[in-house]
């Protein structure tokens, strides 16, 4: 994932690691020259004095541009990882969606994006700071070797009492990160379940004490935790230099020889490292942040089940859609029960109405889903006009299908039919469905969606009419509808799809008008069987 982006921002990440490579560097050769002023002849001074002025300047234009660039890197960084889990999920099979859930989703594209951005943000600050440390302990061991062994030493008992504290803080922070996908859940919950919590006191309560705050505090003693870790390393690290400082001075006082450069160098060094080491120390704990964000967004990236595309044309039309064996399952992992279709054999010819009844959870949206290719089947296949629909080939299939499920969703504009005769026959439409007084179509868009979901379903109606494609699917389109639009979906615009060719398989429990249908399929507990149409009015619920 962060090799991904590297790749990605490649220049500007380039960029901003060169310009603060040399910026640190830059930054520590100013200490080392001042310690040479310091200690210099008067004149000799005028020369150093301008490799001053000449670093100075150089060093600021370095920050300055590793700052810009930096900005910049973090912003697009953070567009790249969210452009990237969008795709990948759009272009997700639905079923690997729905098992990852919409908050986990969420999380990636907010929250474990921003924290991988930021730690592209502090990447000038790391490598500055690495500089300055890297280019601090460099002259330190051009002024004295042996202070310089002593400085290793010390840097390695303090790293490595800061990086087994730092693996423990890291599993802590991967804990968080996975607590925090689940809180998501619950802000969802917030925001769909706004209705019930609202009405319901207790509810509400139980909600926020028992569900909400325990999941907030849970991930806070987790975050809480492995700062304090992080904190307690960092801790070791400053103790470490302490004592390295207070071991060098001690070493360097009983040396007799001329130590004057060396005691000045030392302790501008120690001053001047000891800021950039702990803006280090702090800056890697974002760092193993950004980690465990980039590893939960891989992971998921890998969980989410692709569509397979192939290069085959896209199929707009059939004479014949033959349904053999199909079949698909659902587990219940906490009733460790499985809902399962029975294998379905079923033809259907174009132009066909079809109406599909059936008791609640019966099976008959699971069904419309595997036949409209959104879910692929457990077993069986489809085959349109003699040719076998084989998984490669399902999203090609599935453009055959215009659809209004129960859980549509209506976009704010009309996403690839958007022209000038289309909006004004979906505005001609909208005013057949007497919604011309609250909404149109304007610049291929809707002018509000602000409306009861009855009327955002007539809407959803016009866009599946506008799409234009051989087979119409309604889930119990016309339950939100009064009776005169039950009315005039079912005597109007289903029989006028029909003689415009299209095929319509419509989910309903209206058995008022079960005698317009051309064939009545009934589905019971995921077994569907046909059912002779009587042509009048009659019920058979
Ligand atoms: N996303 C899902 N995950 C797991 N099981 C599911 C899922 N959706 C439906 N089911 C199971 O499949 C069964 C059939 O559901 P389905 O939605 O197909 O019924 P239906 O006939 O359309 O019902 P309704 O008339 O209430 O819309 C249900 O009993 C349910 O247990």
Same mark, same amino acid.
């Given at each position: 994932?962060?090799?991904?982006?590297?790749?990605?921002?490649?220049?500007?990440?380039?960029?901003?690691?060169?310009?603060?490579?040399?910026?640190?560097?830059?930054?520590?050769?100013?200490?080392?020259?001042?310690?040479?002023?310091?200690?210099?002849?008067?004149?000799?001074?005028?020369?150093?004095?301008?490799?001053?002025?000449?670093?100075?300047?150089?060093?600021?234009?370095?920050?300055?541009?590793?700052?810009?660039?930096?900005?910049?890197?973090?912003?697009?960084?953070?567009?790249?990882?969210?452009?990237?889990?969008?795709?990948?999920?759009?272009?997700?099979?639905?079923?690997?969606?729905?098992?990852?859930?919409?908050?986990?989703?969420?999380?990636?594209?907010?929250?474990?994006?921003?924290?991988?951005?930021?730690?592209?943000?502090?990447?000038?600050?790391?490598?500055?700071?690495?500089?300055?440390?890297?280019?601090?302990?460099?002259?330190?061991?051009?002024?004295?070797?042996?202070?310089?062994?002593?400085?290793?030493?010390?840097?390695?008992?303090?790293?490595?009492?800061?990086?087994?504290?730092?693996?423990?803080?890291?599993?802590?922070?991967?804990?968080?990160?996975?607590?925090?996908?689940?809180?998501?859940?619950?802000?969802?919950?917030?925001?769909?379940?706004?209705?019930?919590?609202?009405?319901?006191?207790?509810?509400?309560?139980?909600?926020?004490?028992?569900?909400?705050?325990?999941?907030?505090?849970?991930?806070?003693?987790?975050?809480?935790?492995?700062?304090?870790?992080?904190?307690?390393?960092?801790?070791?690290?400053?103790?470490?230099?302490?004592?390295?400082?207070?071991?060098?001075?001690?070493?360097?006082?009983?040396?007799?020889?001329?130590?004057?450069?060396?005691?000045?160098?030392?302790?501008? #060094? @120690?001053?001047?490292? %000891?800021?950039?080491?702990?803006?280090? *120390? !702090?800056?890697?704990?974002? $760092?193993?942040?950004? +980690?465990?964000?980039?590893?939960?967004?891989?992971?998921?990236?890998?969980?989410l089940e692709q569509i397979e595309q192939n290069s085959h044309q896209q199929i707009d039309s059939f004479t014949q859609l033959h349904i053999k064996d199909l079949s698909h399952s659902y587990y219940h992992e906490q009733s460790d029960e499985v809902f399962a279709l029975s294998p379905i054999n079923l033809t259907i010819n174009a132009g066909e109405l079809i109406y599909l009844v059936g008791g609640n959870g019966s099976g008959k949206t699971t069904f419309a889903k595997v036949f409209s290719g959104l879910?692929?089947?457990?077993?069986?296949?489809?085959?349109?006009?003699?040719?076998?629909?084989?998984?490669?080939?399902?999203?090609?299939?599935?453009?055959?299908?215009?659809?209004?499920?129960?859980?549509?969703? #209506? @976009?704010?504009?009309? %996403?690839?039919?958007?022209?000038?005769? *289309? !909006?004004?026959?979906?505005? $001609?439409?909208?005013? +057949?469905?007497?919604?011309?007084?609250?909404?149109?179509?304007?610049?291929?868009?809707?002018?509000?969606?602000?409306?009861?979901?009855?009327?955002?379903?007539?809407?959803?109606?016009?866009?599946?009419?506008?799409?234009?494609?051989?087979?119409?699917?309604?889930?119990?389109?016309?339950?939100?509808?009064?009776?005169?639009?039950?009315?005039?979906?079912?005597?109007?615009?289903?029989?006028?799809?029909?003689?415009?060719?299209?095929?319509?398989?419509?989910?309903?429990?209206?058995?008022?008008?079960?005698?317009?249908?051309?064939?009545?399929?009934?589905?019971?507990?995921?077994?569907?069987?046909?059912?002779?149409?009587?042509?009048?009015?009659?019920?058979?619920?």
């Amino acid at each position: 994932m962060l090799g991904h982006l590297i790749k990605k921002t490649r220049w500007r990440f380039l960029a901003t690691a060169t310009s603060s490579v040399l910026f640190g560097l830059i930054s520590v050769s100013l200490v080392a020259l001042i310690n040479e002023i310091i200690n210099s002849e008067s004149d000799q001074l005028d020369q150093k004095f301008i490799y001053f002025a000449i670093l100075a300047i150089s060093g600021v234009c370095l920050q300055l541009l590793s700052k810009l660039i930096s900005e910049q890197l973090s912003e697009q960084s953070q567009a790249v990882i969210r452009s990237q889990v969008a795709e990948l999920v759009i272009s997700a099979k639905l079923e690997s969606m729905e098992r990852q859930g919409g908050a986990k989703i969420k999380s990636c594209l907010t929250e474990h994006s921003l924290k991988v951005a930021t730690f592209f943000k502090n990447l000038p600050n790391i490598l500055t700071n690495a500089m300055i440390v890297l280019g601090s302990l460099g002259y330190m061991a051009w002024l004295d070797w042996q202070v310089f062994l002593f400085a290793l030493l010390t840097l390695f008992l303090g790293s490595a009492g800061y990086s087994l504290a730092n693996a423990k803080a890291y599993k802590k922070v991967s804990e968080a990160a996975k607590l925090q996908d689940e809180l998501f859940v619950h802000f969802d919950a917030i925001v769909e379940g706004a209705k019930e919590l609202k009405l319901n006191q207790s509810k509400r309560q139980v909600f926020l004490s028992d569900v909400l705050d325990q999941a907030i505090e849970k991930l806070k003693t987790r975050r809480v935790a492995g700062a304090s870790i992080y904190h307690l390393a960092a801790s070791w690290g400053g103790f470490s230099i302490f004592a390295f400082i207070g071991g060098t001075l001690y070493y360097l006082s009983g040396v007799d020889s001329d130590s004057g450069k060396i005691m000045s160098g030392f302790a501008l #060094l @120690f001053l001047y490292m %000891l800021t950039p080491l702990e803006v280090m *120390l !702090e800056a890697i704990p974002r $760092a193993f942040e950004a +980690k465990a964000s980039a590893k939960t967004i891989a992971e998921f990236q890998d969980d989410l089940e692709q569509i397979e595309q192939n290069s085959h044309q896209q199929i707009d039309s059939f004479t014949q859609l033959h349904i053999k064996d199909l079949s698909h399952s659902y587990y219940h992992e906490q009733s460790d029960e499985v809902f399962a279709l029975s294998p379905i054999n079923l033809t259907i010819n174009a132009g066909e109405l079809i109406y599909l009844v059936g008791g609640n959870g019966s099976g008959k949206t699971t069904f419309a889903k595997v036949f409209s290719g959104l879910y692929a089947a457990n077993d069986g296949h489809i085959v349109v006009d003699n040719t076998i629909i084989e998984a490669p080939s399902l999203d090609n299939y599935r453009q055959l299908f215009s659809t209004v499920f129960t859980d549509f969703y #209506l @976009f704010d504009r009309l %996403l690839g039919v958007a022209n000038q005769a *289309l !909006e004004d026959k979906g505005n $001609a439409l909208i005013k +057949k469905l007497n919604l011309h007084h609250k909404v149109a179509i304007k610049d291929g868009a809707f002018t509000t969606r602000a409306l009861s979901q009855g009327q955002r379903k007539r809407l959803a109606l016009v866009v599946a009419y506008l799409e234009d494609r051989a087979f119409y699917l309604f889930d119990e389109w016309a339950a939100d509808q009064d009776p005169l639009f039950k009315d005039v979906f079912y005597t109007e615009l289903l029989p006028e799809l029909t003689a415009r060719g299209k095929t319509v398989l419509v989910i309903t429990h209206d058995d008022k008008y079960f005698h317009m249908a051309d064939r009545l399929l009934r589905m019971e507990n995921g077994h569907l069987s046909e059912v002779a149409v009587v042509k009048e009015q009659q019920s058979i619920a």
